[in-house]
């Protein structure tokens, strides 16, 4: 089995930082593409940040400048450095990572979830 375990979310002001990490954990051969999606209320889920696991980065751009992915590809981890937060980058934060087990599949897994709130 493997496991993706997100932490690191919370409430913060406008103007403040929070940093999201996640860990991936279980039988895993190799891991590709690893980053977060997000889902406000009432919105579909979006593409924030992807990173390959040769090091190129994807931002949607309501994040670029302000939002910063990174990985470490020797702990199977990807974190969110998330700078200048405003309200509308209020919601559920989820990481996912395309692994591909000992079993030679490839799979895309979901973390649980962790809620950023950027609010006065």
């Known amino acids: 089995q493997v496991q993706l375990v997100e932490s690191g979310g919370g409430l913060v002001q406008p103007g403040g930082s929070l940093r999201l990490s996640c860990a991936a954990s279980?039988?895993?051969?190799?891991?590709?593409?690893m980053g977060w999606y997000r889902q406000a209320p009432g919105k579909q889920r979006e593409l924030v940040a992807a990173?390959?696991?040769?090091?190129?980065?994807n931002y949607a751009d309501s994040v670029k400048g302000r939002f910063t992915i990174s990985r470490d590809n020797a702990k199977n981890t990807v974190s969110l450095q998330m700078n200048s937060l405003k309200p509308e980058d209020t919601a559920v934060y989820y990481c996912?990572?395309?692994?591909?087990?000992?079993?030679?599949?490839?799979?895309?897994?979901w973390g649980q979830g962790t809620q950023v709130t950027v609010s006065s």
């Open positions: 279980g039988r895993i051969f190799s891991i590709y593409d």
């Open positions: 990173n390959t696991r040769g090091g190129i980065t």
């Open positions: 996912y990572a395309d692994i591909r087990s000992f079993q030679s599949t490839t799979s895309r897994y």
